[in-house]
């Protein structure tokens, strides 16, 4: 069997041709008085070298090729045309082909138009073999004369049959063990690196190096050159400038003599080290949520818990720098990219697939390990280890959506009135009487857990069981006093919902699915109290209407209504101004006065002021140390209302407060 490639068979048939050719031409001659016409003459490839006759480049094969002809004996006189065709066949095919239409050429010829260029069609050159040519000239006459041959080789196969051939390895161990550092480029004056063995390897073949970063693709070579027989290059130290620090790839392409590129080698990798190299260990992570209480409670994460952890610069820090986060025995890490070697790092944390893993299964506050590395190339630099204490139990059935705080599958209340019979609605005939909070106990139930129950938010504790005793499962009722919510905000949908946690804190608390209770017919919904911006400070500290802030001759009092979220605008607002004759609003002074006013959209969104009177019906009244209530209800479906007692005073030492002149409209303060 051969040992041959097949390009070296291409070659090698090629000659074998030429040589059979020419003994063939040779015969010919000496067994005939005709003579051939002068063989087609190609463009000089190569320099000449005889070692690639006829191979054609490939940039060449992609255009038209100026063939020139030699002048033949019996040219086309005046008024005549010789006419030349191209032949064309494979080099093992006895068969000839036009190559292209016929081309005349016009009499007379002089020895001037000769060697005449002609162009030989690209067509020809679609298909890799080694191919004769020649040109036939028929004059006028129908005479044919042929010309001897000129081979070409169409090649375009590229090395190694156009796969991928293996990676190039590195001369020096060093290389692979210390990476390729300054001092080892200046030492060495670049990087050796040997080509492995390739299949169908030729004379000629040239390589391209590529070094580049990872998750980037070269398209420049940084190095190229023939390969010779050692296969062994040295990539200049300049081609590793302007990289990153860390892995960089080394790779090739083969360059046959004609041109044909092979697929890109696989990679060689290895650690770029230009720049100083971080000094571990490197500063202990921290938690900065924790600094008031020194544990990382549910309270403080969501689910994604954006700069949960911050990392101080570190010295040395490049771009590019890769940082895994390990967090406890969580398996999946968290990384970041540097990009700015001098800004502090903040990571993200997870819940779900970091945090919670982590926790596991603990009912106590468990001490977790946090710390992190460096990567740089194949290089690690450890950090110290933080210590966090993490608590992120909480009493009851797991909560599915947790760090949510509000847990689906602790059971919601029913809440009752004292008479009324609709669960979840409270109405005038409840008012004074108990209030039923019913619930079932949840499941588990731990030692040293309590359930504090809240009406309308969580600022709102009305009750509280602790520690939490029974069975799981069982009714459990809340019975609250009406004292205990009469003051309360209402509402046609009050939340009321408990919390369970543990009664010794640090701890983590869950809330039931608040249920919605209306309580509009039995509370009236609140609206914002009354001010009085005009008011002055008593000798004890406490607010006071009196002689100094009774404006204008008429000594009218400035009442300002805050804005109320609860309207929309288009409302009425029915007022009550009541004087008491005791600063403890319980003496009435006569009948309460009574006025409306209709509000707009703009009021309800900003507040309102206005200034009301006459001082005789409004204020005197009061006497020397009473008080003013306001109240205004809306006229809307359930009534809401706003209430204020305020200390007042008509009268000072001599007798009535005289009108205070010097106050200027909407002045503040003493009136001075």
């Known amino acids: 069997m051969s040992n041959l490639s097949s ?5 090698l048939a090629s000659a074998l041709a030429r040589a059979v050719n020419q ?10 008085t005709l003579a051939n016409l002068s063989a087609p003459i190609a463009p000089v490839w190569w320099g000449g070298d005889p070692a690639f006759a006829g191979l054609v480049p490939r940039d060449e094969q992609e255009k038209d090729m100026p063939i020139n002809i030699p002048q033949w004996p019996n040219g086309a006189g005046q008024g005549e045309n010789d006419y030349l065709q191209f032949e064309w066949k494979l080099s093992t095919s006895g068969t000839w082909q036009s190559a292209q239409g016929v081309i005349p050429i016009a009499g007379p010829l002089q020895p001037g138009d000769f060697p005449m260029e002609l162009q030989l069609s690209k067509s020809n050159f679609a298909v890799q073999g080694t191919f004769d040519l020649r040109y036939t000239v028929t004059n006028e006459a129908g005479n044919t004369a042929e010309s001897d041959i000129t081979q070409f080789i169409i090649d375009k196969t590229a090395p190694n049959y156009g796969q991928a051939p293996d990676a190039a390895t590195f001369v020096d161990p060093v290389v692979i063990s210390d990476g390729i550092t300054q001092d080892y480029l200046d030492a060495h004056g670049g990087l050796e690196l040997v080509i492995p063995a390739y299949q169908d390897e030729q004379p000629g073949d040239n390589l391209e190096v590529y070094v580049h970063e990872v998750g980037t693709s070269p398209t420049k070579p940084v190095f190229t050159g023939v390969i010779d027989s050692s296969r062994q290059i040295m990539v200049p130290a300049d081609a590793f400038s302007g990289l990153l620090d860390g892995l960089i790839y080394v790779s090739y392409r083969l360059v046959d003599k004609v041109g044909n590129k092979g697929a890109p080698a696989d990679n060689a990798t290895a650690g770029l080290f230009l720049n100083p190299l971080p000094i571990a260990p490197l500063a202990a ?15 403080d994460i969501d689910l994604v818990n954006v700069a949960l952890v911050e990392i101080d610069p570190y010295p040395n820090a490049l771009e590019n720098d890769l940082l895994v986060l390990t967090w406890g025995s969580a398996a999946l890490k968290v990384t970041h990219r540097i990009t700015d070697p001098f800004a502090t790092i903040f990571l993200n944390v997870p819940y ?27 290089k690690t630099f450890a950090s110290d280890t933080a210590t966090i204490n993490v608590d992120f139990f909480v009493p009851g059935p797991v909560n599915p959506d947790r760090p949510d705080p ?13 008479v009324s019979t609709v669960p979840n609605v409270l109405t005038d005939v409840d008012v004074g009487g108990d209030v039923t909070v019913t619930l079932k106990l949840y499941d588990p139930i731990g030692t040293g857990e309590e359930m504090v129950l809240f009406w309308g938010d969580s600022t709102k504790e009305v009750a509280r069981l602790s520690p939490v005793v029974g069975t799981a499962g069982d009714d459990y009722d809340f019975v609250l006093d009406w004292d205990a919510i009469k003051d309360l905000p209402s509402s046609t949908a009050v939340p009321v919902f408990y919390t369970v946690g543990r009664i010794t804190p640090p701890g983590n608390i869950e809330a039931c699915v608040p249920t919605l209770v209306d309580v509009s017919a039995a509370l009236p919904i609140k609206l914002a109290n009354p001010e009085f911006p005009l008011a ?4 004890d500290g406490t607010p006071i209407l009196n002689c100094s802030t009774h404006f204008g001759p008429e000594q009218l009092v400035r009442v300002r209504i805050p804005a109320n979220p609860n309207l929309q605008g288009g409302e009425t607002l029915d007022f009550t101004w009541q004087c008491y004759t005791d600063r403890a609003g319980t003496q009435p002074a006569g009948a309460a006065s009574t006025f409306s006013k209709t509000i707009t959209a703009e009021q309800v969104a900003d507040g309102f002021t206005f200034d009301q009177g006459p001082f005789d019906e409004y204020v005197l009244p009061t006497g020397l140390n009473g008080s003013i ?3 205004y209800v809306s006229v809307t479906t359930p009534p809401m209302q706003g209430e204020t007692l305020i200390r007042a005073s008509g009268l000072n030492a001599a007798g009535q407060c005289p009108p205070n002149t010097l106050r200027a409209f909407g002045a503040g303060g003493c009136g001075c």
């Open 285 to 299: 992570p921290s938690v900065p949520k924790i600094v008031d209480d020194s544990v990382l409670q549910l309270a």
């Open 352 to 378: 779900e697939t970091i945090l919670k893993p982590a926790y596991g299964t603990a009912t106590t506050v468990l001490p977790t390990p946090v710390s992190y590395v460096v990567e740089r190339g194949d």
């Open 536 to 539: 002055a400070r008593a000798p």
């Open 7 to 11: 390009k070296q068979t291409r070659v």
């Open 23 to 32: 003994q063939d031409q040779a015969s010919k001659k000496r067994l005939s």
């Open 629 to 631: 209530r306001v109240t």
């Open 406 to 418: 509000v847990n689906p599958d602790l059971p919601r209340v029913t809440v009752k009135g004292a």
